[in-house]
T-cell receptor, first 114, second 113 residues
Framework: GENVEQHPSTLSVQEGDSAVIKCTYS??????FPWYKQELGKGPQLIID?????GEKKDQRIAVTLNKTAKHFSLHITETQPEDSAVYFC?????????????FGKGTHLIIQP | NAGVTQTPKFQVLKTGQSMTLQCAQD?????MSWYRQDPGMGLRLIHY???????DQGEVPNGYNVSRSTTEDFPLRLLSAAPSQTSVYFC????????????FGPGTRLTVT
């Protein structure tokens, strides 16, 4: 099955700086890579995703890059703000359908220092 | 739309007790799933359903049962609770089995003493 590694487990950045979270996956058949943001006491919320036929995707201050050859993908947050403080999870899903669900990384606690 | 709803928000059980965690969605989604979230472990898939009457096991199914009698509801049953089942449980749904985006409920925090 798929295995997703996520680093770092905790990331502290100054407000206004950029933050980068990295994930690697093991199954070359995986073709969908979402990123979820989880605020305290809430369920994960999808913030951006990328499919294996695309190398980069941007949505305002957040972007995701994918390197299929190296089997890694990254989340980039620019101009960080206090409301970006949360736990972020990367995930991967194998091709052929969603029946087996997502395989998640263990999460990164992002702390934005004022 | 309310999206994905879960009840209760919090629950404390004693070892050996049984209970059902409720999950409902009002988006007419075919696919529903249950995950558990433990500190430092991310989210792990317990059971999933690709439609009414069809369920299957995920990564960590032992100690849990599910059923899907309607499209809207997907309850998770703990038959005999154990301390190892202390966790936060999330229900999720997506439009079809091959749809990419999953929507998560707010979670149920379960403590087994």
């Amino acid at each position: 099955g798929e295995n997703v590694e996520q680093h770092p487990s905790t990331l502290s950045v100054q407000e206004g700086d950029s933050a980068v979270i990295k994930c690697t996956y093991s199954d070359s058949a995986s073709n969908y890579f979402p990123w979820y943001k989880q605020e305290l006491g809430k369920g994960p919320q999808l913030i951006i995703d990328i499919r294996s036929n695309v190398g980069e995707k941007k949505d305002q201050r957040i972007a995701v890059t994918l390197n299929k050859t190296a089997k890694h993908f990254s989340l980039h947050i620019t101009e960080t703000q206090p409301e970006d403080s949360a736990v972020y999870f990367c995930a991967a899903r194998e091709g052929g359908g969603g029946a087996d669900g997502l395989t998640f990384g263990k999460g990164t606690h992002l702390i934005i220092q004022p | 739309n309310a999206g994905v709803t879960q009840t209760p928000k919090f629950q404390v059980l004693k070892t050996g007790q049984s209970m059902t965690l409720q999950c409902a969605q009002d988006m007419n989604h075919e696919y529903m799933s249950w995950y558990r979230q433990d500190p430092g472990m991310g989210l792990r898939l317990i059971h999933y359903s690709v439609g009414a009457g069809i369920t299957d096991q995920g990564e960590v199914p032992n100690g849990y049962n599910v059923s899907r009698s309607t499209t809207e509801d997907f309850p998770l049953r703990l038959l005999s609770a154990a301390p190892s089942q202390t966790s936060v449980y999330f229900c999720a749904s997506s439009r079809t089995t091959t749809s990419y985006e999953q929507y998560f409920g707010p979670g149920t925090r379960l403590t087994v003493t």
